[in-house]
């Protein structure tokens, strides 16, 4: 097993990562860190635009253009960063969608959203708050959240499968805010689990 890795999780249509941005992020994870891994993955983020209303084929091109665009970014702001071996990309499709850890990472996350009643509120609760900032008069805000949810659900899934994937001690999230359902989870306010090999740093950068 090899030390800690640092997540940079970029997600499509997030106004927030623009070229500045991701560039500041990637400056602090080579400063802080010895592995990093970035990742802008199209297939969860086409269940946000299903969510919107988006026609499924329409949902899938504006995902891949979206997360290609964030990749495309972080890779020309990544030729001004000298270290760059420390940095690795992550491929959804061909990385994770069959990995048998995930899916099993996968598996349980969905259990718990099914069973435990405070995750699925807090799920609900933190994927309503992203809809409601883009969604229009017509949407059923309620529906919509069915098939959001699914987009945080394999995000969460992801993370608690990097400590094998990637052979790591730990898996640092890096983010600007806080993530109080991931912060819960880590610490087993959910299901008594504590799961010390994950942890969360508030980036401040803006």
């Known amino acids: 097993m090899m030390g800690e890795i640092a997540l940079i999780w970029m997600s499509a249509g997030n106004s927030y990562f623009n070229e500045k941005t991701i560039g500041k992020l990637l400056r602090f994870a080579d400063k802080n860190f ?45 030729e001004e960063i000298k270290n760059k071996d420390k940095f690795s990309f992550v491929d959804w499709e061909s990385d994770i969608t069959k990995n048998l850890e995930y899916k099993a990472r996968y598996k349980e996350i969905i259990a718990l959203y099914k069973d435990n009643s405070r995750f699925r509120e807090d799920a609900r609760e933190t994927t309503k708050k992203v809809i409601e900032e883009k969604a229009n008069e017509f949407l059923d805000i309620e ?64």
């Open 143 to 206: 529906k919509s959240i069915d098939e959001s949810v699914l987009y945080l659900l394999e995000e969460i899934s992801f993370i608690l499968s990097c400590p094998l994937i990637y052979r790591a001690k730990k898996i640092i999230y890096l983010y600007h805010q806080p993530w109080e359902i991931y912060e819960n989870l880590i610490a087993g306010k959910y299901d008594g689990k504590k799961r010390s090999k994950f942890s969360f740093v508030l980036t401040n950068i803006n």
């Open 34 to 78: 010895n592995r990093v891994i970035i990742l802008s993955p199209d297939k969860p983020a086409e269940h946000t635009f299903k969510a919107l209303g988006y026609p499924i084929n329409k949902a899938k091109r504006k995902a891949k253009l979206n997360a290609n665009l964030l990749i495309n970014r972080a890779k020309r702001e990544l």
